[in-house]
């Protein structure tokens, strides 16, 4: 038997910061959007007897794009309010292989290698504890499995590191970290996994709804405009900041299997 | 109480992993090994310990 730890507060936060704003993320073009989404399609692609895992799913745009083409997709997240919504859009788009449950990702309520696949799309940033995550991907996931990570990632230069993870927390107080490709990489090797494939890309941001989603409130947005005001040019440069305070995020997709 | 027969086939206790069984009087799911149920709200099955409650007797 593990050992299973109740939530901690940071879990409580991800919470209630994810339940005032659950419809938006599902109208977000920066979510319901993405070359990502119709890569996650072909990778699963023609598998009517594939059984996915969404975790963290959010809004479900991941789920929706899945349950098109898989035979079963089970939608999990640490929100209530998310995963209404989830099962009212599934219901309104007809897609009744698509399952609702809230569940913390570090203690999965599913048998060992039940599913085919599991993927997790901008989710894994607010974990509290990646590695047991990760362990638990790999324990219910079948050995044959595939598991797609895609999630906002930090630069490797610490400097840009630092900033990405100052206007995060700043902007989202449920914010844990954007982990950097190199530490995803070590996280999944040492959770029994080995990287088949690896991507990342630049994701354009609207500042203005990017911060309204979050409902942050206005002294934290006035300290994320001081801390861009203060930025150095390679900083600048890197996260494409612009006047009106739009910018870029890195984004990863890890294509992992169970060694 | 409205939860899919194949959601429940699917579905572990997140404590001990064992097979869960639905008790309709109390509108949750229950673990019979560790004696724990487990809430269903808008039919959406919460699998969280924290909001997990004990019981003494046999599942309904």
């Not at chain 1, 996280?187 to 942050?216: H, N, Y």
């Not at chain 1, 002294?219 to 930025?231: C, L, M, N, P, Q």
Request: with cysteine; glycine share 4%; proline share 7%.
């Amino acid at each position: 038997m593990e050992d299973l730890k109740p939530m901690s507060n940071q879990q409580k936060l991800v919470e209630k910061q994810f339940g005032v704003a659950a419809t938006d993320y599902l109208h977000s073009p920066a979510h319901a959007q993405g070359a990502d989404l119709q890569r996650l399609r072909r990778e699963f692609a023609e598998q009517p007897a594939m059984r996915v895992l969404d975790l963290g799913c959010g809004a479900g745009h991941a789920s929706f794009t899945l349950s098109e083409v898989v035979g079963e997709v089970l939608a999990v997240d640490l929100s209530g309010e998310m995963l209404r919504v989830v099962a009212d859009e599934a219901q309104q788009r007809g897609l009744s292989n698509l399952h609702t449950e809230k569940s913390m990702a570090e203690s999965l309520p599913f048998a060992d290698a039940y599913f085919d696949g599991v993927v997790t799309r901008f989710s894994a940033h607010h974990w509290a504890d990646v590695p047991a995550a990760l362990r638990e991907m790999r324990r219910v996931l079948h050995p044959q499995g595939k598991c797609v990570i895609i999630d906002v990632c930090a630069p490797e230069n610490p400097l840009l590191d630092t900033f990405l993870q100052a206007v995060e927390i700043l902007r989202d107080p449920s914010h844990v970290r954007d982990y950097r490709v190199s530490e995803w990489q070590a996280m999944l090797a040492a959770a029994g996994w080995q990287v088949s494939d690896q991507d990342t890309w630049k994701l354009p941001l609207d500042f203005a709804s990017w911060i309204s989603r979050m409902r942050s409130p206005e002294e934290r947005v006035t300290a994320i405009k001081s801390v861009w005001a203060g930025a150095p040019t390679e900083v600048c440069d890197h996260f494409a900041l612009q006047p009106n305070h739009d910018f870029s995020l890195d984004v990863c997709w890890m294509t992992a299997l169970p060694l | 109480m409205s939860i899919d027969r194949r959601l429940l086939d699917l579905l572990a206790c997140p404590q001990c992993k064992g097979s869960l069984q639905p008790c309709a009087q109390r509108q949750a799911l229950c673990c019979p090994r560790c004696h724990l149920q487990y809430p269903i709200r808008d039919d959406i099955p919460v699998l969280l310990l924290d909001e997990a409650k004990p019981y003494e007797d046999k599942p309904a």
